[in-house]
């Protein structure tokens, strides 16, 4: 059975930074297309960063160059390291695994309609900034 759990939400202020993991169990994690979501109070959930089973990252224009994600295979753990953060970062965050050839796919679709793509999630971690 696939499960995500992920933690590293927490309160910081405009400029800080914060680093999410996301544990995996049931499953490799580096033989999947792993993703980070996020959604904002009364927005759709949208995708902001990807890595592939290879682990080349894609990201989102608002979080380039200031997001990271990255795979700890040993611990079968995704991480998602967050610096510059602003107060439109603020949301629920949550990872999603699916099938390896869906990271292929997302540069060519908008985050938001990423969603649909991936069947296992986590409960989500909330990350708040303030200004």
């Known amino acids: 059975q696939v499960r995500l759990v992920e933690s590293g939400g927490g309160s910081v202020q405009a400029g800080g930074s914060l680093r999410l993991s996301c544990a995996a169990s049931?499953?490799?994690?580096?033989?999947?297309?792993m993703v980070w979501f996020r959604q904002a109070p009364g927005k759709e959930r949208e995708g902001v960063a990807a890595i592939d089973s290879a682990g080349s990252s894609t990201y989102t224009d608002s979080v380039k160059g200031r997001f990271t994600a990255s795979k700890d295979n040993a611990k079968n753990t995704l991480k998602l390291q967050m610096n510059s953060l602003k107060p439109d970062d603020t949301a629920m965050y949550y990872c999603a695994a699916g099938a390896p050839m869906l990271c292929g796919l997302l540069p060519s679709r908008h985050p938001r309609d990423w969603r649909p793509l991936f069947a296992y999630w986590g409960q989500g971690t909330q990350v708040t900034v303030s200004s």
């Open positions: 049931g499953y490799t994690l580096s033989s999947y297309c």
